[in-house]
DNA sequence: TTTTATTTGATTTTTATTCTCAATTAAAAG
DNA sequence: CTTTTAATTGAGAATAAAAATCAAATAAAA
């Protein structure tokens, strides 16, 4: 089942009609991984080949995609949101979110490793995790090389 | 060292000074452990004993607060940014939080448990890591039992 | 006490997001 | 393939959190 047609099923279920600038936005995003667009973003790709597609649908559109686990919202204090695609059709692809304090860059670690946590919490507050977000600020390996660098050249 | 001399090392570090809005707001957040604040929650408590202090100036302490690190920004998806303060004297009380996606509150997890993945982090991504939120999705212990009854109701 | 640069309150401005509503359209029904 | 119907859309207005502005106030250095 590609992640299409998990989509239209989607939407299906909930009620919702498969109309072209649902699609557009889909396409998008499922077809950017490892990008993180903010609904500007999307607004300007999807302009490109569809200029009569309005802001307000897109972020009509994004929040629908939300709803119906389409799609996650990301949060880097960057002043907007940020989507990506839910990849539902493989558990194990949910990532985490390494943010350089640096130059801004994200970038994504594929591995979970949360179970310890999860079942002490679980354990411990009765409480039922459905889901996650886990995001480490520091600095990444290529401003840490830069910084060396500096340190050098001043010396 | 107390909290409040942390936070006038700060400022003075920093090279601010310490006003009497500075203190107000330091004092609300300081003792009122585990609740996550707004800006607009806070105008309110501020305004009790201090109604002559406006909107803006909170605006303007929390995010000098957030810079000189004395207070965390959370953002729990409901339109504002929430504060708490950065207990700078014990490492260990960095906490995790658990919202309930049904009755909407926030729980804290005072147990890190990251070593782990923050290790391979460091060694795989070369990413210096500084700083982590963490927050789990789910269903609190009280919502579980309530749809519990209800089920047993309706049967 | 005087000086000086910082800070503040009040207000306006900015900007992401939501709302409104008439016109359009997907898809169900015939 | 039409007709019908309710959902959806585009354009623009409205909302609200947060930031900017600026003259008056004030902390702290001299
Ligand atoms: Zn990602
Ligand atoms: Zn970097
Ligand atoms: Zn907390
Ligand atoms: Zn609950």
Chains 1, 2 share one sequence.
Do not use: W
């Amino acid at each position: 089942m590609t992640n299409f047609e998990v989509f239209k099923e989607r939407l299906n279920n909930a009620g919702f009609k498969l109309t072209t600038q649902r699609r557009v936005v889909f396409d998008i995003i499922n077809s950017n991984e490892g990008k993180h667009y903010s609904p500007e973003e999307i607004y300007e790709l999807v302009k490109v080949d569809h200029p009569e597609i309005g802001l307000a649908t897109i972020y009509r559109t994004l929040k629908l995609f939300e709803k119906i686990a389409i799609v996650y919202r990301l949060n880097f204090n960057d002043g907007c949101s940020r989507f990506e695609m839910n990849h539902f059709e493989d558990k194990s692809h949910r990532h985490h979110h390494l943010v350089c304090l640096d130059c801004g860059k994200i970038f994504e670690v594929k591995l979970d490793l949360l179970q310890d946590l999860e079942g002490y919490i679980e354990k411990e507050y009765g409480f039922e995790i459905h889901n996650h977000t886990l995001k480490f600020y520091g600095v990444c390996n290529e401003c840490k090389q830069r910084r060396k660098k500096c340190k050098k050249e001043t010396t």
